[in-house]
């Protein structure tokens, strides 16, 4: 089992502090980082805008992380922690990637990653090309998901549909499949690509299963704030009946505490859109025929 990166992804209906995640929860990402030194990132929005802070150093020795997961409040939150694979150990090739609104993680890995980097980059819109400032397979990932969004929608607009991204995190991984994965090459194959991603524009989030784990939470066994939140509704302690959720948070592990996860499989993609309404896309389902929970 190739070891990897770990991932944290947060939307929410209200405005949330996030060191317990972070820091202070017994597997948190700084605890993580013991096993994943090779730098961390963190992206959050205000005002509808992200704003990234990276370091090459290791989470949980770093001060700047510790003020960072101090002072963090957002609906919106994406982090990582980094196990290098591809690329030196730099802040250029720290996660997230951004561009414009839209931020991105990667967990995973693509085997041989230099033999096929440019017939990848070909399949990247020249105009993007010039952003890719690293040396990883991720942020090339990342400008590929960028360029087959914008055959979707205008990335730098808000309100793109759910169905969109999802079309646009699909083909990106199909095609890294058809250039990198060797003929025939079925889950588990030891040079497989692992295409762990999660992608957000500060309104939504959806997040795809590609090989390395990853579980989901929208729901607690008993919500602390339940007396004094006026957010709080039923879909916080039970699965929603309505499609609709107060949080959504993905996670490669789960992290200890009242949140109730639920895994999800190789292929399987899951997120909340502007409306924080829950859609499902099992392995292999079309966009337009996704599952917004309703009865579990």
Not at 9 to 15: P, T
Not at 82 to 90: C, D, N, P, Y
Not at 113 to 133: D, M, S, T, V, W
Not at 173 to 194: M, S
């Amino acid at each position: 089992m190739r070891a990897m990166c770990r991932i944290f992804g947060f939307r929410s209906v209200l405005q949330s502090q996030v060191h317990r995640s972070l820091m202070s929860a017994d597997n948190a990402l700084a605890v993580q980082s013991e096993n994943h030194p090779d730098g961390w990132g963190v992206a959050y929005y205000v005002a509808g805008a992200p704003h990234l802070i990276k370091s090459a150093g290791t989470a949980l020795g770093d001060k700047l992380f510790h003020r960072v997961s101090g002072v963090v409040t957002s609906q919106t939150v994406l982090a990582h922690i980094r196990k290098a694979t591809q690329g030196e150990i730099t802040p250029l090739n720290c996660h997230p990637f951004q561009y414009g609104r839209w931020v991105m993680c990667h967990n995973g890995d693509i085997r041989d990653f230099a033999r096929h980097r440019e017939a990848l980059k070909a399949e990247i819109a020249p105009a993007l090309r010039g952003f890719i400032l690293g040396d990883t397979d991720s942020e090339v990932l990342f400008h590929l998901f960028l360029t087959y969004l914008t055959f979707e929608a205008d990335p730098q607009r808000r309100g793109t549909p759910v169905e969109a991204v999802v079309r646009a995190l699909r083909k990106t991984v199909e095609t890294a499949r058809r250039i990198c994965d060797p003929p025939g090459a079925a889950p588990g194959h030891e040079k497989r690509a692992l295409l762990t991603l999660v992608v957000s524009d500060g309104e939504i989030m959806v997040a795809h299963q590609g090989g390395k784990e990853l579980h989901y939470s929208t729901y607690k066994t008993a919500c602390p704030e339940r007396d004094g939140c006026p957010f709080y509704r039923p879909e916080c302690e039970a699965e929603t009946q309505t499609g609709y959720v107060n949080h959504f948070i993905v996670t490669s592990e789960h992290l200890h505490g009242e949140n109730v996860w639920l895994p999800m499989a190789e292929g399987d993609i899951v997120a909340v859109d502007h409306f924080m309404r829950l859609h499902r896309y099992p392995a292999k389902t079309p966009p337009g025929d996704a599952l917004r929970v309703l009865a579990g």
